[in-house]
Each structure stands twice: as C-alpha cells, then as structure tokens.
C-alpha cells in the first residue's frame, strides 16, 4: 500500500447520536415532548475527523463501528465528509448510541450505551502505510492510542489528548502525549481544582490546556502561563464544542500555526458549534470558521 499523507489521524470512540430537544429534562415518571429531533454519527474522535476535514485538512479515522444499522449510517457519514475510513474495525458488537437531551440554555443530558463493546487490541490496526502531521487520541482506544503515541515521539509527530473526562484510557495516556488538552470536567474530577490540574499535568506533559466554556482557557507551555478568551456567540447547544475544538487544535498543530494562533483556532471552532443543534450537524465549515477566526 502507497504512503497515505494525511494531516491528522484521530483515534478512539465513534457512537451513532440521537438528540432531542427539549423544553426541560424530565422529572421522574415524566413524559415530555421533544421539540426538534436531529440522528446523526458521534464521539470525541470521529467527531473531530469531521471537524478537521470540513475545516480543510486531510484526515484519518481509526475506531470501532458495528455492522448494523447505525454503524452503517455512522459509516457514511465519514465517507461522505471527506474522513478516510481506511483504518475502521468493523464487527458484531453493537454500535455506541448516546442520547442526547439538549435544553434551550444549551444545557446536556446524556444517556450512553455500549453493551458487550470493547477497546481494540494494539494489533488490530495496520498503521504502517499512515503518515499523519499530528495525531489525537481521546483514549476510549487505549491499547491502538498508547502503541501509536510511542511510535508518534519516535518519530517527532506531536500527539494530542482530548480529555473530557477521568477515565481508564485518558488516565493510561497522561504523561505519553505532547498536548493535554482537558475540560473542566477533567480537571475538577482530577484534583477537584482547576489549578491544581494545570499545575500536576504541566509536570508531565509540554503542554497543557484546559478550556472552561464561555470562560475561555487557561494554559501552560513549559513554564509560561497565560489564558485565552471565548469567542462571543449565542450557544444553543453546547453538545461537540470540546470535539470541535480540539479537531482544530490538532490541525492548526498540523499546519504548524503559532501558539496563540492556534488557541484562537480552536476556540473559534468550539464557539462556533454552540449556534447549532447537535455535535457532528454543529461542526463548522472552513468558510464559516474563516469568518469568525479572521
């Protein structure tokens, strides 16, 4: 197989997502009606697969999909936004479905269902014909993330971790990648405070970030500080803005941006999922980024 020279290879969770939206989440023993229903592909890594290609880059996904219904539809979906497929596992295990409450405030509800899904092994990945500018792990694919980093340091391509949240895989990867870049979430699961994260991450990692929503960000690079400011926009849905944000980190990574830059571009893409209902539908396009970030 020739060399496939792509920009960004991501790495980790793919997930079919049913969102509705709803005036209020439901008490119990309560039925509600949703206003708006929107089905499309989800996860923090396929997620931003798409956002790196509707943005204009090259890209890669690697993760599970199902042969069923919404791994099929999930598929597509890739195929149809410019994301080469070519490092997918497909199996019987189910699908991931989340499903999504989204209120008028852009508050979220999650409900996630895996069944018997697993991680994948270190080998079930040929990833010797891929040649990515950056890599983004968001280690739901712990074994395939922590080979591939290895391999990224060996040969100088710089790694991003997508943090959401504490977990097995995000845990395995602290310390094996060049950018955390974290939520808040993470960072109050992690310590319990937000500078305490910074701090203890910075210690083992070059770069660290952890984004605070309408708060903007705060960094660390080596041993300069600094934060950096939300773009201002109307959020209806704030479902994917973390996915959005950190597929136009790595690529802005790719594109070897400036450090600020950089961070400038990927709050423009995470502020910019906000005006839409759902994850992957809120994901912008390179024109629609162009005229917030410039």
Aim: glycine letters at 10%; proline letters at 5%.
């Amino acid at each position: 197989m020739p060399p496939i020279n792509i920009d960004v290879l991501c790495v980790g969770y793919a997930c079919y997502d049913l969102v509705f939206s709803v005036a209020t989440h439901p008490a119990a023993d309560e039925k509600i009606v949703a206003n708006e229903f929107i089905n499309c592909g989800g996860g923090p890594a396929a997620n931003a697969a798409v956002a790196i290609s509707r943005l204009g880059f090259k890209t890669a996904f690697s993760g599970y999909l199902g042969l069923d219904l919404y791994g099929e539809k999930h598929y597509q979906e890739l195929l149809e936004n410019g994301v080469n497929t070519d490092f997918i596992v497909r199996g019987e295990s189910p699908t991931p479905l989340s499903t999504v409450l989204v209120k008028p405030n852009g508050n979220r509800a999650l409900i996630n269902y895996k069944g018997n899904t697993k991680a994948l092994p270190a080998a079930a990945v040929d990833f010797s014909a891929v040649k990515p500018k950056a890599m983004l792990f968001d280690g739901h694919e712990p074994y395939l993330s922590m080979a591939l980093a290895s391999q990224a340091r060996e040969a100088g391509i710089p790694t991003v971790l997508d943090a959401g949240s504490v977990h097995d895989g995000t845990m395995a990867l602290i310390g094996e990648v060049d950018y955390m870049v974290c939520s808040e979430k993470f960072a109050h699961q992690f310590t319990g405070d937000i500078e305490k994260t910074l701090a203890r991450l910075s210690r083992v990692a070059p770069a660290v970030v952890i984004t605070l929503g309408d708060k903007g960000l705060i960094w660390q690079r080596g041993k300069r500080r600094g934060e950096s400011p939300a773009f201002p926009v109307d959020a209806i849905d704030t479902t994917g803005a973390g996915d959005a944000f950190h597929g136009a980190f790595a690529a802005a990574l790719a594109a070897e941006m400036e450090w600020h830059n950089i961070l400038r571009y990927a709050s423009a893409a995470g502020a910019l999922c906000c005006t839409k209902i759902g994850a992957r539908t809120g994901l912008p396009s390179q024109a629609e980024h162009a005229a917030l970030f410039n």
